[in-house]
T-cell receptor, first 115, second 115 residues
Framework: DAGVIQSPRHEVTEMGQEVTLRCKPI?????LFWYRQTMMRGLELLIY????????DSGMPEDRFSAKMPNASFSTLKIQPSEPRDSAVYFC?????????????FGPGTRLTVL | AQSVTQLDSHVSVSEGTPVLLRCNYS??????LFWYVQHPNKGLQLLLK??????LVKGINGFEAEFKKSETSFHLTKPSAHMSDAAEYFC?????????????FGTGTRLKVLA
């Protein structure tokens, strides 16, 4: 298995532009997580899907952020409009929630820079 | 309610000496506990996991952790540090509540290994 795949790996954009981050979870996993990591705030959970349904989006900072999971093998995190304070590394993770071993597997991250 | 406390934000050890990274947790139910490692500019990688089987858990790269319910601790140890162990380490507690998994990440401990 290729693991969790994220694209792009790096994104540089200007303030006000729309940014879309993509994630392909591990095949067979039924839960997907989006995290944001910064030096100041550490690792923050943004949103959590189970069976393609958003379960907990309390970490989504504001209406500029939206996430979708149209099917079990794909998710997007969109920021519109982007702001410099959105600069961070965004991680996607997936897991099988239902068994004893429910560890999360992380993708390599997308480093977002908003100028 | 769940919580995780990593008692040290930074730990420095000399190469070849033991490593101890401390983690205390609180959980209302029977938790699963994990340690993840993050090397610079990389995603998080699972080191080891505790899921109510043996209390002493062995992970990758010579790391171990012992679950002590009476002390609500899950400290990470390694007998002899290697330069390649320099990274950030996260303790994570997970429990299922009302059919939903909750994952709480500690704030991380940055391990520095001195030559």
């Amino acid at each position: 298995d290729a693991g969790v795949i994220q694209s792009p790996r790096h994104e540089v954009t200007e303030m006000g532009q729309e940014v879309t981050l993509r994630c392909k979870p591990i095949s067979g996993h039924n839960s997907l997580f989006w995290y944001r990591q910064t030096m100041m705030r550490g690792l923050e959970l943004l949103i959590y899907f189970n069976n393609n349904v958003p379960i907990d989006d309390s970490g989504m900072p504001e209406d500029r952020f939206s996430a979708k999971m149209p099917n079990a093998s794909f998710s997007t995190l969109k920021i519109q409009p982007s702001e410099p304070r959105d600069s961070a590394v965004y991680f996607c993770a997936s897991s099988w929630a239902g068994g004893t071993y429910n560890e999360q597997f992380f993708g390599p991250g997308t480093r977002l820079t908003v100028l | 309610a769940q919580s995780v406390t990593q008692l040290d934000s930074h730990v420095s050890v000399s190469e070849g000496t033991p490593v101890l990274l401390r983690c205390n947790y609180s959980s209302s139910y029977s938790p699963s506990l994990f340690w993840y490692v993050q090397h610079p500019n990389k995603g998080l990688q699972l080191l080891l996991k505790y899921t109510s089987a043996a209390t002493l858990v062995k992970g990758i790269n010579g790391f171990e952790a012992e679950f002590k319910k009476s002390e609500t601790s899950f400290h990470l140890t390694k007998p002899s540090a290697h330069m390649s162990d320099a990274a950030e380490y996260f303790c994570v507690v997970s429990e299922i509540n009302s059919g939903t998994y909750k994952y709480i990440f500690g704030t991380g401990t940055r391990l520095k290994v001195l030559a």
